[in-house]
Nanobody, 123 residues
Framework: QVQLVESGGGLVQAGGSLRLSCAAS????????LGWFRQAPGKEREFVAA????????YYADSVKGRFTISRDNAGNTVYLQMNSLKPEDTAVYYC????????????????WGQGTQVTVSS
């Protein structure tokens, strides 16, 4: 199990930027890939981005590709989501998640979740 704590959410105008952080801690029996998901009011939770625990591979939902960037620190225990050119439709609670599972070379089956941080984008 890994504990995840998100931070960095807030209120921003459309076109602005925010950077979310997720700190991973706790005993680990192996490295975790980390990802971001979001859930807007009245909508299902959706995938945003993920990054492998090793290697430079990153993955993005089409809706955020080119605007959001996921990264991790050298120790791999903090993952960031740099969100640029924010749109009102990006408004959601953003969740950090972790997994050790790969499917076709991509992190999958995220099983550990943070509590989320609210991102609100005004027009």
């Amino acid at each position: 199990q890994v504990q995840l704590v998100e931070s960095g959410g807030g209120l921003v105008q459309a076109g602005g930027s925010l950077r979310l952080s997720c700190a991973a801690s706790g005993r680990t029996s192996g490295a975790y890939s980390l990802g971001w998901f979001r859930q807007a009011p009245g909508k299902e939770r959706e995938f945003v981005a993920a990054i492998n625990w090793s290697g430079p591979n990153a993955y993005y939902a089409d809706s955020v590709k080119g605007r959001f960037t996921i990264s991790r620190d050298n120790a791999g225990n903090t993952v960031y989501l740099q969100m640029n050119s924010l749109k009102p439709e990006d408004t959601a609670v953003y969740y950090c998640a972790a997994t050790k599972i790969y499917t076709n070379g991509m992190p999958s089956n995220f099983g550990s979740w943070g509590q989320g941080t609210q991102v609100t984008v005004s027009s």
